[in-house]
């Protein structure tokens, strides 16, 4: 069973950076499309970002579109969410998911992790 452990969450001023961690256990990294959402308290989980399991293709909300990059380390079968020049929007749990797929017109994942809690101050 696929299991996911994010870190790296925090306190941080507006523009700066913050990398988030997603170990994963029970499954490889390298055969599952990997993704990162977030939530907001009293709102919907978004998409953030998604790597395609096979050719390495990458996925972006338009919110942060270079500003964060997803990468994966198929050896340590981690994947990452460096997020630069954070604004106070980007507020939010962060939940890492496997198996992530489409459906109609949602985006679903087969496998969340707990989250981690990062906090933009202006």
């Known amino acids: 069973q696929v299991q996911l452990a994010e870190s790296g969450g925090g306190l941080v001023q507006a523009g700066s950076s913050l990398r988030l961690s997603c170990a994963v256990s029970?499954?490889?990294?390298?055969?599952?499309?990997m993704g990162w959402f977030r939530q907001v308290p009293g709102k919907e989980r978004e998409f953030v970002a998604a790597l395609a399991w096979s050719g390495g293709n990458s996925y972006y909300a338009d919110s942060v579109k270079g500003r964060f990059t997803m990468s994966r380390d198929n050896a340590k079968n981690t994947v990452h969410l460096q997020m630069n020049n954070l604004k106070p929007e980007d507020t939010a749990i962060y939940y890492c998911a496997s198996g992530v797929h489409r459906s109609g017109t949602s985006l679903l994942a087969d496998v969340w992790g707990q989250g981690t809690k990062v906090t933009v101050s202006s």
């Open positions: 029970g499954g490889a990294v390298a055969r599952n499309a």
